[in-house]
DNA sequence: GTCTATAGACCGATAGAC
DNA sequence: GTCTATCGGTCTATAGAC
């Protein structure tokens, strides 16, 4: 199934859902039109119904490969020795990105929370999945640390997370993020 | 200026803005539109146009709304003997609404994730406001219990609040609301 | 002041030539 | 497989009757 055609041709379908990435990103699902997507991508705008027959279906690309390179994030954050180590390298990756994440927020709660205002009509993408690995992933950590309470622990962490990338998008101030991972490190270094 | 004729006619304007509040708390600005608007305030499409020049007048009066709503709640919170008690019950304040955010998302923070996509063009309307009346007030009631680094304990807290809104939305789980607020609960009482 | 009708712009999706 | 041209629908905003 990864090779229908030999080699790639030139890799259009990826580019156009980086490019939907970052557009959705930058602007929201809504806002965003094929047109720029295709034009950011470098592919003309009717092309894109060849590789996606819907917009839904692109946004559902975005989401799946949000999804993938999750997972793999994840799998480099299990190299580090103990759990807690590991939780603290899964904050650092949003202070990595906090001046693009005051810019436009965070991607994936920005889209999940875009997403979840969808109610049947409309677009119709599930988001909830980019969001759980990460809380499961987290749990996961706590439990190594021998936490009964693994679950409300980890949906904690990612609430702290999340809520310091929408008020450091809300006010434009990276230095939020910063400083509330810094909380965040010292909170998981007070457990164990 | 509150009164230019007489006693208002039928409270048209405040039933656009309410009807355009609730539709943008359940859809987001993006997808609601003006003859949406019109019809659950029961007001003739073309008339909206009368109150409002442009749809971004009328998303700036629901802010505005939002902003005298949040302050007049902050006021019944002083009533409260100490500061842990008007801490908490901001906090409770999310829970009472849990089954409403759960379904929807916060009403400011999803409202304020999407302003935050606004780059200029398009709508433009400053939702920051919004939080920062509740981080400024939160931040004199840790100010009240001795606290050096009340500004950071403020956006500690609702980033605590808000990233919780986002994940009981997100996973359909208004019970992350109520657990992650019992540990805020606790956390409020362990400073001092 | 109130309402109808519609202009004008834009977008998602399709048809069909190559 | 690739691309152009365009349809049909929807939205904001306005013009103008009452």
């Given at each position: 199934m990864a090779n229908s055609t030999a080699?790639?041709?030139?890799g259009k379908r990826e580019r156009l859902v980086a490019g939907a990435r970052s557009l959705i990103h930058e602007q929201g699902v809504q806002r965003t039109t094929i047109a720029e997507v295709a034009e950011r991508a470098d592919v003309?705008?009717?092309?894109?119904y060849y590789y996606f027959k819907t917009k839904d279906e692109l946004v559902g690309a975005v989401v799946d490969g949000y999804i993938a390179d999750i997972q793999a994030a994840l799998v480099r954050l299990?190299?580090?020795?103990t759990p807690q180590a590991r939780l603290k390298a899964l904050v650092q990756m949003w202070v990595d990105q906090r001046e693009d994440v005051a810019q436009h927020g965070c991607p994936l709660g920005s889209l999940c929370s875009e997403l979840?205002?969808?109610?049947?009509?409309?677009l119709d993408v599930d988001g909830a999945e980019m969001l759980r690995i990460e809380v499961d992933w987290a749990e996961g950590q706590f439990r190594s640390l021998g936490r009964r309470d693994a679950r409300d622990l980890a949906i904690s962490l990612l609430s702290g997370i999340q809520g310091a990338a929408l008020l450091a998008n809300t006010f434009r101030e990276p230095e939020i993020l910063s400083r509330q991972a810094r909380r965040l490190d010292r909170w998981i270094d007070s457990l164990a």
């Open positions: 080699v790639k041709p030139a003309p705008v009717g092309n894109v299990d190299r580090h020795r979840g205002k969808n109610d049947g009509s409309g």
